[in-house]
């Protein structure tokens, strides 16, 4: 049972690029979600799903796309990258938005 | 729009003295309310939550809150600080007030327990 994944771990982008952060769970979770951490803001919704098909945005997601094909997966699309996007990525899992969350090691993202 | 208040961004504390981290909320409907820790370069990790009940509830590493529906408040404690509680604590609220249900984290509050 490895939980709540996350790939890569570390990533250097270039402005307007483009890529793929890849979250996956193995808990048959309905609800996951995308966060960014930056010092002195917590944690902040991007979008989140509660379930295979359906998603919403959080409170920043301008500049990131979701699809949630499979119940099993959650990637979190950066479309043209920029610095403001430099942060820590946490995915998320839960059974239900009001049950504990289990959360991913993180995705460290610096953007030049 | 629910929302979470972590008052303090730092909690300086003896060891073997109490603590204390503050956490206030709104939110429409019944609150469901959580406190997570994170340590250095890990993800969050989940220590206790309220979602109806006795309103002193017990969780990891024997930590506890307790929810005050008046104040709107589910300050985090611990009778004896340890030296190993030093990490960032989040307290975060979700609702079922219908809808397509949220969870949103406060600020986090770093607590630092001095040997």
């Known amino acids: 049972n490895a939980g709540v994944t996350q790939t890569p771990k570390f990533q250097v982008l270039k402005t307007g690029q483009s890529m793929t952060l890849q979250c996956a769970q193995d808990?048959?979770?309905?609800?996951m979600s995308w966060y960014r951490q930056d010092p002195g803001m917590g944690l902040r919704l991007i979008h989140y799903?509660?379930?295979?098909?359906?998603?919403d945005q959080g409170e920043v997601p301008n500049g990131y796309n979701v699809s949630r094909s499979t119940t099993e997966d959650f990637p979190l699309r950066l479309l043209s990258a920029a610095p403001s996007q430099t942060s820590v990525y946490f995915c998320?899992?839960?059974?239900?938005?009001?049950?504990?969350?289990?959360f991913g090691p993180g995705t460290r993202l610096t953007v030049l | 729009a629910q929302s979470v208040a972590q008052p303090e961004d730092q909690v300086n504390v003896a060891e073997g003295n109490p603590l204390t981290v503050k956490c206030t909320y709104s939110v429409s409907g019944n609150p469901y309310l959580f406190w997570y820790v994170q340590y250095p370069n890990r993800g969050l990790q989940f220590l206790l939550k309220y979602i109806t009940g006795d309103n002193l509830v017990k969780g990891s590493y024997g930590f506890e809150a307790e929810f005050n529906k008046s104040q709107t408040s589910f300050h985090l404690k611990k009778p004896s600080a340890l030296v190993s509680d030093s990490a960032l604590y989040f307290c975060a609220v979700s609702s079922n007030s219908g809808g397509y249900q949220k969870v949103t984290f406060g600020t986090g509050t770093k607590l630092q327990v001095i040997p």
């Open positions: 998320a899992s839960s059974g239900r938005a009001v049950d504990t969350q289990y």
């Open positions: 808990m048959n979770h309905e609800y």
């Open positions: 799903s509660v379930g295979a098909g359906i998603t």
